[in-house]
């Protein structure tokens, strides 16, 4: 099993940045690939990013050039970059681990995913 917790939501201005953290712990064979989903109300939960353990990387074109995903191997922490941040960015964040690796045509679908975390509230006021 693989559990993850996340933190480092909170409430920024339009043009600011913040840095979402998921710790997770477990077998490796239980991540291979993780990711960030939102959630705004009223909407579906939509796919933000999501990275291979120590391989490609995929982006939601909303965020693309604006977030970076990237995962500590030493302590097993998945991080989300997130700059020049919108209102439309207004969401709560989930991270997600899957057991098996992501492929362009499919990281984006939150069935694809095995382990969640509960999830951080990020707000961004215009």
């Known amino acids: 099993q693989l559990q993850m917790a996340e933190s480092g939501g909170g409430a920024v201005q339009a043009g600011g940045s913040l840095r979402l953290s998921c710790a997770t712990s477990?077998?490796?064979?239980?991540?291979?690939?993780l990711a960030w989903f939102r959630q705004a109300a009223g909407k579906q939960r939509e796919g933000v990013a999501a990275?291979?353990?120590?391989?490609?990387?995929f982006y939601a074109g909303s965020v693309e050039g604006r977030f970076r995903i990237t995962h500590d191997n030493s302590d097993n922490t998945l991080y989300l970059q997130m700059n020049n941040l919108e209102p439309e960015d207004t969401a709560i964040y989930y991270c997600?681990?899957?057991?098996?690796?992501?492929?362009?045509?499919?990281?984006?679908?939150?069935?694809?995913?095995?382990?969640w975390g509960q999830g951080t509230q990020v707000t961004v006021s215009s």
């Open positions: 990275a291979n353990t120590g391989g490609s990387s």
């Open positions: 997600a681990a899957s057991r098996n690796y992501c492929y362009s045509s499919s990281w984006a679908d939150d069935s694809e995913y095995h382990y």
């Open positions: 477990g077998s490796a064979r239980f991540r291979r690939c």
